[in-house]
C-alpha cells in the first residue's frame, strides 16, 4: 500500500488531480492517502515528482521493530519468567495467524487470476 513520505511532499497537488477514486487530499499542504478508499493502482507513484508517495515493503524494517518493542512493553506487565515466556508464545501464535491469513489471501487472489486467464 502506498503512504506519503512527508519529509518529501511538497504539496504540488499532482496525485491529488490523478488519483481516480479521490483517495488522496491535501492536509497542511501535504499529500494523505485514505486507504480505505485507495484501490492500489499506482498511479501516484509513478506521478509524483518528488517521490514522496513510497511503497509499504519500505516499512518492513520499521513494522517489524514496532511489533517487538509493543511485545516487550506487554512483557513488563509480567513477573516471573513463566509469564513471560507464556506471553511470547502467544506473539507468535498472533503472528503466525497474521501470516496465515496473508497466505490465503494470495492463495485467493493467484485463483482470481487463474480465473482470468
Keep these: 500500500m502506498p503512504w506519503v ?12 488531480e490523478k488519483c481516480p477514486v479521490n483517495a488522496i487530499s491535501m492536509k497542511e499542504r501535504k499529500a ?21 508517495i513510497r511503497h509499504d515493503s519500505e516499512k518492513i524494517p520499521l513494522e517489524v521493530e514496532e511489533n ?11 513477573e516471573s519468567k513463566e509469564e513471560k515466556k507464556a506471553l511470547l ?5 498472533h503472528y503466525n495467524k497474521k501470516k496465515k491469513v496473508a497466505e490465503k489471501t494470495i492463495e485467493g487472489i493467484n485463483k482470481i487470476i487463474e480465473v482470468k486467464k
Design 68 to 78: 517487538l518493542e509493543k511485545t516487550k512493553k506487554m512483557m513488563e506487565n509480567f
Design 89 to 93: 508464545e502467544r506473539m507468535i501464535k
Design 5 to 16: 513520505d512527508k519529509s518529501k511532499c511538497v504539496g504540488c497537488g499532482i496525485c491529488v
Design 32 to 52: 494523505e492517502i485514505d486507504m480505505e478508499q485507495c484501490i492500489r493502482c499506482g498511479k501516484c507513484h509513478d506521478v509524483c515528482p518528488k517521490e514522496a
